[in-house]
């Protein structure tokens, strides 16, 4: 009844996961805005080996020359001085004003955040009120009150800049710090007896420094701006000292006459500005360690599609199949790296059948369940081939717009941690409804009486009162039974359940189990059981599917697949579960790891760990091969009935 298709070698390919330094490269504009950057640095810092003319002697005879006249690249201005070479020389103001300037702002207001974050109490109280304060004033008002107590002058507008600019680092940081100061590694750095001030410096900080680095890549721009601004007014860069804001405050006066000496410096602000911001949105996104996959975007809405034209041909639907996998594929591309975490899965599930997919952490079995609405994450993954039927309806040709409506309709997904599942700001009564409204046509009123009773159905005692709940609320068998009720909230046609057991204790598992058995029966869905514990699938499948590797090595009905396993993986996967009465039952063990799936082995990935394995099973491919109507096995040499996978050790 099921059967899975032949997969292809898997792809090798050279490299691995990609450094830094080419993420930020994948990224084209934070790449340009690098290359400006460095050009620009490097100009200003080659200013006084360039042979320019001296930016602060005047010549009136020379007075607002155009740009390209002779002598005079860009120019000169109202007193006859050469543009380029003010130009130049004032961009390395600038940059050091902007630099500095984010530097002094990054050191004090850092070390505010993490003192203010960590000790918490008055300290932070009383930091953070001084801070409020300083927050209170307009910051260019700020700014400009304390150049006209210190007087007009490029080194007050430096530390003008800088002080306005600590709140913005101080409160970013302090955020930070506060959600760390109380988690289980400080705590146990605590134990070990580190001082304050080493915890500080060696556990927190390290956790800090990527945001303080963000943070100053993009404060740059902006203190660049500010002290241009301050030049512009002229109370920063006093004549004749040159730097790009009193250049543009020069050339306002004669903007009509001789437009050239305000739109040559407002030009280089607004490449340097731009060219840093750029490249301070590339840091941070390299620093993200959610976007290091190869390419430097976010997760899109739905699991890109790059089946080829031979895996893209019509399958055909079984007759009273609610979900057909034929040929799937799903692969991971990290760098230059493919990883094929499905290689050619094809499974079958009957209306009102429960189907578990067995195997170890890594195998494919969530990659595939993910495959089915295409919820895996492109970057990096992507479905390469295959086909995927709800129904008979080839969900990979299906529009966007039809697999939204798909999602919590007619399939639903229960995952492993409802904590996680569930949002913790709003209640579960408002999640619930909001999931009813998102397919059924119900007024709040109706939507939130259907919610009570999903609540009710799933066993939640006083689920009127219990709507209003927040997750954390909640208990974990509680929180799992409202996932649930989300999930049968739009009568699915399918529902999986991603190890909806395994984080709860054995009594509210056996509950669990239960309900989800109860309601397969009355509302005649079907179930995509995950779990790697053989105890759950005799509780509840129907059949059993068991994957290693991103293939199916054997599928079977239940009961035949416990009692006499036919692959050697099968059998040590059973022989790894205790039976309660049975103290002297033999525990078995799989020697050996999985393999990686961007370098399978030829032949039978699970070879090397196969106390079976003959030369044969390490050749060519290995099909799936029919043991009766209802069983298969991907094996040459399979175990007869009561035989131990290491009988021919």
């Not at 006209?148 to 955020?175: D, E, Q, T």
């Not at 067995?358 to 195998?363: L, N, T």
């Not at 009127?464 to 009568?491: E, F, T």
Request: charged letters at 20%; aromatic letters at 4%.
């Amino acid at each position: 009844m099921t059967a899975t298709a032949e997969a292809k070698p898997a792809v090798r390919r050279a490299g691995g996961r990609p450094d830094s330094v080419q993420l930020l490269l994948n990224n084209r504009l934070a790449t340009a805005g690098l290359v400006i950057l460095v050009l620009m640095i490097l100009l200003a810092l080659a200013a006084p080996f360039l042979g320019l003319a001296d930016p602060d002697v005047t010549a009136p005879a020379n007075r607002l020359l155009r740009p390209l006249a002779e002598g005079h690249l860009l120019g000169t201005d109202a007193l006859g001085r050469d543009i380029l070479s003010r130009l130049v020389w004032g961009l390395r103001v600038s940059l050091a004003v902007g630099i500095s300037a984010t530097l002094i702002a990054a050191l004090f207001g850092s070390m505010i955040g993490l003192v203010a974050g960590y000790a918490g109490g008055r300290t932070d109280t009383l930091l953070m009120r001084g801070i409020d304060m300083v927050m209170a004033f307009p910051y260019i008002l700020l700014a400009l009150a304390i150049v006209a107590a210190l007087g007009p002058g490029l080194l007050n507008a430096l530390y003008a800049i800088a002080v306005v600019n600590v709140p913005f680092f101080a409160r970013n940081i302090r955020g930070v710090t506060l959600g760390l100061a109380h988690r289980e590694f400080v705590d146990a750095a605590k134990l070990s007896g580190k001082s304050n001030i080493r915890i500080l410096a060696t556990e927190i900080l390290p956790n800090v420094l990527p945001v303080i680095v963000v943070t100053m890549s993009t404060t740059i721009g902006w203190m660049i701006l500010e002290t241009a601004g301050l030049s512009f007014l002229g109370l920063g860069a006093q004549p004749p000292q040159a730097d790009l804001g009193s250049m543009l405050g020069e050339g306002r006066k004669i903007l009509f006459t001789a437009p050239h000496v305000s739109i040559i410096p407002g030009i280089a602000i607004f490449l340097l500005v731009m060219s840093i911001n750029l490249f301070g949105d590339g840091v941070r996104d390299v620093l993200d360690p959610r976007l290091k996959s190869g390419a430097l975007s976010r997760p899109v809405a739905r699991t890109a599609i790059a089946r080829s034209a031979d895996g893209a041909g019509p399958a055909k639907a079984t007759a009273g199949d609610v979900l057909k996998l034929a040929g799937l594929e799903t692969e991971f591309r990290i760098g230059k790296t493919v990883h094929r975490a499905v290689g050619g899965v094809d499974l079958n599930i009957g209306e009102g059948e429960c189907l578990g997919v067995v195997g170890e952490s890594g195998s494919g079995k969530s990659v595939t369940a993910m495959s089915v609405m295409q919820l895996v994450p492109t970057p990096p993954g992507r479905i390469a081939g295959g086909n995927i039927l709800l129904e008979g309806e080839d969900l990979l040709a299906a529009t966007d717009a039809r697999i939204r409506s798909l999602r919590g309709g007619a399939v639903s997904h229960v995952f492993q941690d409802p904590l996680s599942t569930l949002h913790p700001l709003f209640t579960v009564g408002d999640q619930l409804v909001e999931a009813i409204r998102a397919h059924q046509s119900l007024s709040t009123t109706e939507a939130t009486r259907k919610a009570e009773e999903l609540l009710a159905l799933v066993r939640i005692p006083n689920p009127g009162q219990r709507l209003s709940a927040y997750p954390h609320q909640l208990s974990g068998g509680m929180r799992q039974r409202v996932c649930i009720a989300m999930a049968l909230a739009n009568d699915a046609r399918l529902l999986i359940a991603d190890e909806p057991t395994t984080a709860l204790d054995v009594t509210v598992q056996a509950q669990i189990l239960a309900l989800m058995n109860r309601l397969r029966g009355s509302s005649g869905a079907s179930i995509l059981f995950i779990t790697h514990d053989f105890g759950v699938v005799s509780a509840i499948c129907d059949r059993v599917a068991v994957m290693y590797a991103g293939r199916i090595v054997e599928t079977g009905l239940t009961e035949d697949i416990l009692s006499s396993p036919a692959h050697p993986y099968t059998r040590k996967l059973i022989d790894c579960v205790p039976v309660l009465g049975q103290p002297g039952r033999r525990l078995d063990a799989i020697e050996g790891l999985p393999p990686a799936v961007s370098d399978l082995p030829p032949g039978c990935a699970f070879a090397p760990r196969c106390p079976r394995a003959r030369p044969a099973c390490r050749e060519g491919d290995i099909a799936l091969g029919s043991q009766g109507e209802e069983r298969a096995v991907r094996c040459l040499f399979p175990l007869a009935p009561g035989e131990r996978a290491e009988a021919d050790a």
